[in-house]
């Protein structure tokens, strides 16, 4: 190191450092740098090859403006006026030292001067009148005097942000980017949100090379193809050689510091076995909505050590794909799970929203203008999803009838008179119950739902009775055909087991594309004559049509379920059938309406069987499975 000045070395020892005298007229050496240096990439650096590492760029208000005033005070300069700027030969530190300042909230912008000696690059600044002020950009005295009550202090002409005056200038639909998270981490070109993928790369080599030593980082994408050029190729490059090794049959990045970085794809059901077990101090899942919510709380259970590090989960991600669903259910509507055991219940201080438009992403525009205008042109559902990030329009969505929330009304008292039914689908891993009222007109209303894990047939029997009012005369359960299949363990059905336990079960049709379409034509608006309908609404405002499907608010998954269930991809006719975790939802409502019964409908008779009991009906025929008849329903 070079120290030609007093004050700057008298500054060094202020404090701290430890500093050697060596051969040279103005050099010295200070002790302990040189790790720090090549842990940071820099040791060796020329003038002109020298940067400013990601972490100091994108650390706290403190470290960013140590960093200024290092650099200031060295290269820095400020004329008799106050005026301040920095020159270097190296245009990306100069464009680093730009950045800095628009971080702190100040103006700068880099001149290029054609000198004799050759190009170099000056960053003219100008810092607000309060906070971070021109002196402030100072440590050495001399230099922060001149700025002292000078005009350039503060830049108050230009720099400093004031209410003048407000005028009404009408009123519009607007946007508000809350930035609520713990590290304030949010900032890009310009000072706008910055691309997903560019955040989770800084952020996890921030942490690793300085942040937390020793820290084990989960880097996760859908797609190893995905994983490797947005995250692998882009990360070896920001990182300099010396600082880690990495392997390529594992794809773990492993730093001088004990650090490491495991870049890993979810490539299915084999990947519960691969992490079963694993322990990571942050996880990043990139395009969270590619993963099932049952992936993402497996990849919660890895979150674990017994280090001091703080254990984060940062997913980002867009709207669409298989996991819309939960993530717009935890983060956007905030509508978390609660139990009986309250340390099971989902705590909303743990999940953290950073909503950004597409116009948000400065980068991402510079370096694809025509990026906007190709969203413009495409479908309408597509263009509000990626461009104005609306959660509640998806493209593919299977059911856009829901999304305009027609099909959703306040609750209100059910008429005895009116039909009334239930239906369910039931697994292990899910029970999602409904229930049904036909109204005069054949409009089906879901008035109540339940959906649980891990029920037993037993207790899922039970929690259908006890959900179920003692006035409520349910003529008809409608279940799934699987319901009919014998089991090898006891040669008993599911629709006995139920019968044991107290709910008689008629079987459903079970084509899926039939179902889905009868669904969606439900979903349409008929004609509303039912006076009572008619008489929820205020004098002279009942509509002359309502959709002939029909939910209460309460039933919050069902409508959060038919909005993110998309298209199959190889069937446009047929939903998908993942994720897994809102498909019982959306077949149990199925169920129901493939084998509704609505008002004046005829109902086939059923034809005897061969081997019909003494009563004249058949064990087989009722207990294994037939379409449902009128014997059923009374």
Same mark, same amino acid.
């Given at each position: 190191?070079?120290?030609?000045?007093?004050?700057?070395?008298?500054?060094?020892?202020?404090?701290?450092?430890?500093? @050697?005298?060596?051969?040279?007229?103005?050099?010295?050496?200070?002790?302990?740098?040189?790790?720090?240096?090549?842990?940071?990439?820099?040791?060796?650096?020329?003038?002109?090859?020298?940067?400013?590492?990601?972490?100091?760029?994108?650390?706290? @208000?403190?470290?960013?403006?140590?960093?200024?005033?290092?650099?200031?005070?060295?290269d820095?300069?400020?004329?008799?006026?106050?005026?301040?700027?920095?020159?270097?030969?190296?245009?990306?530190?100069?464009?680093?030292?730009?950045y800095?300042?628009?971080?702190?909230?100040? #103006?700068?912008?880099?001149?290029v001067?054609?000198?004799?000696?050759?190009?170099?690059?000056?960053?003219?600044?100008?810092?607000?009148?309060?906070?971070?002020?021109?002196?402030?950009?100072?440590?050495?005295?001399?230099?922060?005097?001149?700025?002292?009550?000078?005009?350039?202090?503060?830049?108050?002409?230009?720099?400093?942000?004031? %209410?003048?005056?407000?005028e009404?200038?009408?009123?519009?639909?607007?946007?508000?980017?809350?930035v609520?998270?713990?590290?304030?981490?949010?900032?890009?070109?310009?000072?706008?949100?910055?691309?997903?993928?560019h955040?989770?790369?800084?952020?996890?080599?921030?942490?690793?090379?300085?942040?937390?030593?020793?820290?084990?980082?989960? %880097?996760?994408? #859908?797609?190893?193809?995905?994983?490797?050029?947005?995250?692998?190729?882009?990360?070896?490059?920001?990182?300099?050689?010396?600082?880690?090794?990495?392997?390529?049959?594992?794809?773990?990045?492993?730093?001088?510091?004990?650090?490491?970085?495991?870049?890993?794809?979810?490539?299915g059901?084999?990947?519960?076995?691969?992490?079963?077990?694993?322990?990571?101090?942050?996880?990043?899942?990139?395009?969270?909505?590619?993963?099932?919510?049952?992936?993402?709380?497996?990849?919660?259970?890895?979150?674990?050590?017994?280090?001091?590090?703080?254990?984060?989960?940062?997913?980002?991600?867009?709207?669409?794909?298989?996991?819309?669903?939960?993530?717009?259910?935890?983060?956007?509507?905030?509508?978390?799970?609660?139990?009986?055991?309250?340390?099971?219940?989902e705590?909303?201080?743990?999940?953290?929203?950073?909503?950004?438009?597409?116009e948000?992403?400065?980068?991402?525009?510079k370096?694809?203008?025509?990026?906007?205008?190709?969203?413009?042109?495409?479908?309408?559902?597509?263009?509000?999803?990626?461009?104005?990030?609306?959660?509640?329009?998806?493209?593919?969505?299977?059911?856009?009838?829901?999304?305009?929330?027609?099909n959703?009304?306040?609750?209100?008292?059910?008429?005895?008179?009116?039909?009334?039914?239930?239906?369910?689908?039931?697994g292990?891993?899910?029970?999602?119950?409904?229930w049904?009222?036909?109204?005069?007109?054949?409009?089906?209303?879901?008035?109540?739902?339940?959906?649980?894990?891990?029920?037993?047939? #037993?207790?899922?029997?039970?929690?259908?009775?006890?959900?179920?009012?003692?006035?409520?005369? %349910?003529?008809?359960?409608?279940?799934?055909?699987?319901?009919?299949?014998?089991?090898?363990?006891?040669?008993?059905?599911?629709?006995?087991?139920?019968?044991?336990?107290?709910?008689?079960?008629?079987?459903?049709?079970?084509?899926?594309?039939?179902?889905?379409?009868?669904?969606k034509?439900?979903?349409?608006?008929?004609?509303?004559?039912?006076?009572?309908?008619q008489?929820?609404?205020?004098?002279?405002?009942?509509?002359?049509?309502?959709?002939?499907?029909?939910?209460?608010?309460?039933?919050?998954?069902?409508?959060?379920?038919?909005?993110?269930?998309?298209?199959?991809?190889?069937?446009?006719?047929?939903?998908?059938?993942?994720?897994?975790?809102?498909?019982?939802?959306?077949?149990?409502?199925?169920?129901?309406?493939?084998?509704?019964?609505?008002?004046?409908?005829?109902?086939?008779?059923?034809?005897?069987?061969?081997?019909?009991?003494?009563?004249?009906?058949? &064990?087989?025929? &009722?207990?294994?499975g037939?379409?449902?008849?009128?014997?059923?329903?009374?």
């Amino acid at each position: 190191m070079t120290i030609a000045d007093n004050e700057l070395y008298e500054n060094l020892l202020a404090d701290g450092c430890d500093i @050697v005298k060596w051969k040279g007229k103005y050099q010295y050496g200070v002790r302990g740098i040189q790790s720090r240096l090549r842990s940071l990439g820099l040791l060796g650096a020329t003038s002109h090859t020298k940067r400013i590492p990601a972490i100091y760029l994108n650390g706290c @208000v403190d470290d960013r403006l140590a960093i200024l005033q290092g650099l200031m005070d060295t290269d820095g300069y400020a004329d008799t006026r106050g005026h301040c700027s920095y020159c270097s030969v190296n245009r990306g530190l100069a464009d680093d030292v730009q950045y800095l300042v628009r971080s702190l909230g100040g #103006k700068a912008s880099v001149a290029v001067k054609n000198r004799k000696s050759g190009l170099s690059y000056e960053v003219n600044i100008r810092m607000p009148d309060s906070g971070i002020t021109n002196e402030r950009l100072f440590r050495l005295a001399r230099k922060a005097d001149r700025c002292k009550d000078k005009a350039y202090n503060g830049g108050i002409s230009d720099v400093t942000r004031r %209410i003048v005056s407000i005028e009404p200038d009408g009123e519009a639909e607007c946007t508000c980017i809350s930035v609520d998270n713990e590290e304030r981490l949010y900032i890009a070109d310009g000072f706008t949100v910055t691309h997903n993928t560019h955040i989770v790369r800084i952020k996890a080599i921030g942490a690793a090379l300085v942040g937390y030593p020793g820290i084990k980082i989960l %880097i996760m994408r #859908k797609t190893y193809n995905e994983l490797e050029e947005n995250h692998i190729r882009p990360i070896l490059r920001m990182v300099s050689p010396e600082l880690f090794s990495y392997n390529n049959t594992s794809h773990l990045m492993t730093f001088e510091n004990g650090s490491t970085i495991k870049f890993g794809h979810w490539s299915g059901e084999e990947s519960f076995n691969e992490y079963n077990g694993l322990e990571y101090d942050w996880i990043f899942i990139d395009e969270a909505t590619q993963f099932t919510e049952r992936a993402f709380n497996f990849l919660g259970g890895c979150l674990r050590g017994v280090n001091d590090i703080p254990k984060r989960m940062y997913l980002t991600c867009n709207p669409g794909g298989v996991g819309h669903a939960w993530v717009k259910r935890l983060f956007i509507d905030r509508d978390f799970k609660r139990s009986a055991n309250p340390e099971e219940d989902e705590n909303p201080d743990d999940y953290t929203f950073i909503f950004a438009k597409a116009e948000d992403n400065t980068f991402l525009l510079k370096s694809s203008p025509l990026y906007l205008k190709n969203l413009a042109q495409m479908p309408e559902e597509l263009r509000r999803a990626y461009r104005d990030g609306d959660w509640d329009s998806i493209g593919g969505n299977y059911f856009p009838e829901m999304l305009s929330g027609r099909n959703v009304t306040a609750p209100f008292k059910i008429p005895q008179h009116w039909t009334r039914y239930r239906s369910f689908d039931y697994g292990l891993d899910m029970f999602a119950c409904f229930w049904w009222a036909v109204d005069e007109d054949g409009r089906c209303w879901c008035y109540r739902s339940f959906e649980h894990e891990g029920l037993i047939v #037993k207790d899922a029997a039970k929690a259908a009775l006890d959900h179920t009012l003692a006035n409520e005369q %349910i003529i008809a359960t409608y279940a799934p055909p699987d319901m009919w299949n014998r089991q090898k363990e006891t040669g008993k059905t599911m629709a006995e087991l139920f019968l044991l336990n107290g709910v008689n079960i008629v079987r459903s049709d079970n084509n899926r594309v039939q179902g889905h379409m009868v669904m969606k034509d439900m979903m349409a608006p008929i004609a509303l004559k039912d006076p009572y309908v008619q008489s929820l609404y205020p004098a002279g405002q009942a509509p002359d049509r309502l959709p002939g499907l029909m939910f209460f608010d309460g039933c919050k998954k069902a409508i959060s379920d038919l909005k993110a269930i998309q298209q199959d991809d190889k069937n446009p006719n047929d939903c998908a059938k993942d994720p897994h975790e809102i498909t019982h939802t959306v077949d149990g409502i199925r169920y129901f309406c493939v084998t509704r019964v609505i008002s004046g409908e005829a109902l086939p008779e059923l034809q005897p069987e061969d081997d019909e009991d003494e009563d004249g009906d058949s &064990y087989e025929h &009722y207990m294994c499975g037939d379409r449902a008849d009128a014997r059923y329903l009374l």
